[in-house]
C-alpha cells in the first residue's frame, strides 16, 4: 500500500525536478551571457529562417536545425557556442548534433529571447 502512494509520487516529482533544473540552466546562462560574449562565444538560433526572420539577437547566426549537421563546419570549434530556439527542444537536439560532430563547449541557451543581454 506504502509502496503504490510512493510510485505515483514519482513521475509527477521527476517532471518538477526536470522542469526545474531546466530553468535554473537556462537562467544561469542568460546571467552569464554578457561575460560569455565578452569572451568570443557564438550564439547559435536553429530555428527556421521564417521563425528567425520574426526576431532574433542582432549578433546571433541562424543554422536551422536541419540543416546543422551538413553546415556545422561554419562554426568555430574553439568557442563557446550558446545554442537557443523557440522554446529549447530543438536546441537541445542541436547541442547532441554539435557534441556528434566533435563541438566540445556548448550550451542550450533555451529560448532565443534569453539571448538578449540584460545590460
Known sequence: MIFE???SFILPLIIILFFGYRFYRF???KNKL???LTEGAII???RSKG?????HNPESINIPLDEL???SNRLDKSKVILVCCASGTRSA???GIL??????NVMNAGTWSNTLSTT
Open 5 to 7: 502512494n510512493i510510485q
Open 27 to 29: 537562467k544561469f546562462i
Open 34 to 36: 554578457p561575460q560569455l
Open 44 to 46: 547559435l538560433d536553429v
Open 51 to 55: 521563425e528567425f526572420a520574426q526576431g
Open 69 to 71: 549537421n551538413s553546415e
Open 93 to 95: 537536439m542541436a547541442v
Open 99 to 104: 557534441k556528434k560532430n566533435g563541438f566540445s
